[in-house]
């Protein structure tokens, strides 16, 4: 079992920046992915940022150049900063962690915390 729990959320103006974290209850060593994706009303859940496969990133195309995926091994917990939001950057952002054993993975989802850019 991994317990996710997020934090850094809240309502910010165009262009503005915020910093999310995400904490694991177990060292991210031993997780194959971790990252976050998000919700927008109306829409299905996408990809924002992730380590993948060790120390390999990947992005989202409409968030490259102005969000950053970081993380402190020692606490265990994975940070997105994101500068330069948007009004479409406005979602329900979620930490996400899949743990493959010897014969399946899991992917496991924190609660989600809202982020909001508007005027």
């Known amino acids: 079992q991994v317990q996710l729990v997020e934090s850094g959320g809240g309502l910010v103006q165009p262009g503005g920046s915020l910093r999310l974290s995400c904490a694991a209850s177990?060292?991210?060593?031993?997780?194959?992915?971790m990252g976050w994706y998000r919700q927008a009303p109306g829409k299905g859940r996408e990809l924002v940022a992730a380590?993948?496969?060790?120390?390999?990133?990947n992005y989202a195309d409409s968030v490259k150049g102005r969000f950053t995926i970081s993380r402190d091994n020692a606490k265990n917990t994975v940070y997105l900063q994101m500068n330069s939001l948007k009004p479409e950057d406005t979602a329900v952002y979620y930490c996400n962690a899949d743990h493959c054993g010897s014969y399946s993975c899991t992917t496991y989802w924190g609660q989600g915390t809202q982020v909001t850019v508007s005027s």
């Open positions: 380590f993948t496969s060790g120390s390999v990133t």
């Open positions: 177990r060292s991210i060593f031993s997780l194959n992915a």
